[in-house]
Nanobody
Framework: VQLQASGGGLVQAGGSLRLSCAASGRALSRYGMGWFRQAPGKEREFVAAVSGSGGSTYYKDSVKGRFTVSRDNAKNTVYLQMNSLKPEDMAVYYC?????????????????WGQGTQVTVSS
């Protein structure tokens, strides 16, 4: 399984970006997908996740109401729409897929990771 994250860039505070994570090598429609981020000097943290069916979504408290995670299983792709971006959202964003059971909010349970895409928010 290979995950390719894209869509990062430089945006002013209050702006929007849409991240995409395209999977190849295996259909991931049955598996949970997550987004994590890591800022310089900080640990990787959970941002958002979506269940295999897309019926359940999960968010870090600080992004609720601003970020939306979704998936298109026909395209084997998951998205993270980020609105009202803040400087504290600046980080490298990673997508990942979890093929087993368990919580989607825990980074350690994921099986495959993408390479990351940089999100820079200017104030």
């Amino acid at each position: 399984v290979q995950l390719q994250a894209s869509g990062g860039g430089l945006v002013q505070a209050g702006g929007s970006l849409r991240l995409s994570c395209a999977a190849s090598g295996r259909a991931l429609s049955r598996y949970g997908m997550g987004w994590f981020r890591q800022a310089p000097g900080k640990e990787r943290e959970f941002v958002a996740a979506v269940s295999g069916s897309g019926g359940s979504t999960y968010y870090k408290d600080s992004v609720k109401g601003r970020f939306t995670v979704s998936r298109d299983n026909a395209k084997n792709t998951v998205y993270l729409q980020m609105n009202s971006l803040k400087p504290e959202d600046m980080a490298v964003y990673y997508c990942a897929t979890k093929m087993g059971s368990g919580r989607l909010t825990i980074a350690g349970g994921y099986d495959y990771w993408g390479q990351g895409t940089q999100v820079t928010v200017s104030s």
